[in-house]
């Protein structure tokens, strides 16, 4: 499959396909005139590349983590449990990231309650 197909397929842009692969994130074969060449299972690397992007890791994070997406015979590689503990670190950073952004969308959902119409200086606590 081409990158044209694989980005038509994923919904994931050719230019971050290629980042990927620059990465070592993604590692597609190359056909004899030199084109990637990609395959189904490396299509849906692509999407948990994306996923995990999303989710707010870091590629060097990812290229740790990618390989113990895949189960060998129902168990992971080895190398996944030495990942285990940084990825309890990075999902307890992800936590208090949603956190400080559910304060934060509270706060402003408090302003923008306090200025919505209809609301007398006397409602909203202000002293004339």
Known sequence: MRISEVSAQTGIAPRLLRYYEEQGLLVP????????????????????????????????????????????????????????????????????????LTVSRNAIAGVISAGAPGRTSSQSGATG
Not at 58 to 82: D, F, Q
Not at 84 to 93: G, P
């Open 29 to 100: 074969d190359r056909n004899s005139s030199g084109y990637r060449d990609y395959t189904a299972t490396d299509a849906e690397v692509a999407r948990r590349i994306r996923q995990l992007l999303d989710a707010g890791l870091s590629t060097a994070a990812i290229r740790t983590v990618l390989p113990c997406l895949t189960e060998r015979a129902g168990r992971l590689a080895p190398i996944c449990e030495e990942t285990i503990a940084d990825l309890k670190r990075e999902q307890v950073r992800i936590e208090k990231s949603i956190q400080a």
